[in-house]
């Protein structure tokens, strides 16, 4: 490569960097300010946008730590790590935790600020005589709001964990509402309703010893335990019911073990022998489920003498 050529190629390497100084210190800003906005609780679905911008930082400062390789500013890439990794361990906590606690998180935003400031003085804010009052005036607010808003149970479902660095996802806090116990037991006691009617179904309609197969409760029962998942899984229903709908559908499908405890019992098919395989004595025992059997009536024998006849009662 000519010596014209190097001088290009460090020349658009150094504009590189450029960019991702540039693009790392708008994000850290933007964090900066989401964070102001936020109230203590929040979840890890409102601070999505937060964790976007953090995830930002975390790649130009990947590509930052190439370009500054390349040019051989090895110091450089000590401070592009640094601030790396402090932004990860902020967006998995938040990822993990939600935002408990937004002052102390804008106070970390502006350590790593700091870090960027260190050896890019022209960005520097060190001077500004207002950040301070800002940080109270955000204290005295979330404090307030923290008084007025009563902190209720909620569920909290972290999106996503990174077992090589350590993070337990057990240690993240669930609760349950009231609102959703009752969901809960009115989904199973529907689905329970729904496999008892399929039952009375068959009685009347002179089906319920017939093999599982023909029997319109094994249809209805397993078509509810595929289709009303299905039509939760559209987004066509709206919460709770497309919970609601998916746990009735779940109770529907335990009509399964009985099915497999009349097939192990019975035989595939009524009436058909099932071979257990050699007992002990060599020979095999085979089950028959015995068919409808047809009761006679049976002559009646005289009664003898002294013996009451149902007649005499």
Same mark, same amino acid.
């Given at each position: 490569m000519s010596e014209r050529n190097v001088i290009e190629r460090r020349l658009k390497i150094a504009q590189f960097l450029e960019y991702n100084r540039d693009e790392v210190f708008k994000n850290l800003l933007a964090v900066e300010e989401h964070l102001r906005f936020a109230k203590p609780g929040t979840t890890t679905s409102e601070a999505a946008c937060i964790i976007k911008h953090l995830a930002e930082i975390e790649s130009n400062c990947d590509e930052a730590i190439s370009h500054a390789s390349e040019l051989g500013y090895d110091e450089e890439v000590d401070y592009w790590r640094k601030i790396r990794d402090k932004v990860r361990d902020l967006r998995y906590r938040i990822m993990?935790?939600? @935002? =408990?606690?937004p002052t102390e998180m804008i106070r970390e935003v502006r350590q790593i600020r700091q870090i960027l400031e260190s050896f890019n003085p022209e960005l520097s804010a060190m001077g500004c005589g207002v950040c301070g009052a800002a #940080?109270? $005036?955000?204290? !005295? +607010?979330? &404090? &307030?709001?923290? +008084?007025? @808003? /009563?902190?209720?149970?909620?569920? @909290?479902? /972290? !999106?996503? =964990? !990174?077992?090589?660095?350590? $993070?337990? @996802?057990? +240690?993240t806090i669930k609760m349950v509402r009231k609102g959703d116990v009752l969901l809960i037991y009115a989904a199973q006691h529907t689905g329970r309703a729904l496999i008892e009617g399929t039952k009375e179904l068959d009685l009347v309609t002179g089906r319920a010893a017939n093999p599982f197969h023909?029997? /319109?409760?094994?249809? #209805?029962? $397993?078509?509810?335990?595929?289709a009303f998942p299905i039509i939760a899984l559209t987004g066509k229903i709206k919460p709770p019911w497309d919970v609601f709908l998916t746990i009735v559908g779940g109770y529907a499908s335990t009509l399964l073990w009985d099915i497999g405890k009349e097939i192990v019992t019975s035989g595939p098919i009524l009436g058909t022998p099932f071979k257990s395989g050699p007992t002990l004595s060599g020979t095999p025992k085979v089950f028959i489920l015995p068919k409808a059997q047809v009761v006679t009536p049976q002559e009646t024998k005289p009664a003898s003498e002294g013996e009451l006849t149902p007649e005499a009662i």
């Open positions: 993990l935790e939600g @935002i =408990q606690n #940080i109270q $005036l955000g204290e !005295n +607010k979330q &404090e &307030e709001s923290a +008084k007025a @808003i /009563p902190q209720l149970p909620q569920f @909290i479902e /972290p !999106n996503t =964990q !990174n077992l090589n660095r350590g $993070l337990d @996802i057990n +240690k023909e029997r /319109p409760s094994t249809w #209805i029962a $397993l078509g509810s335990a595929v």
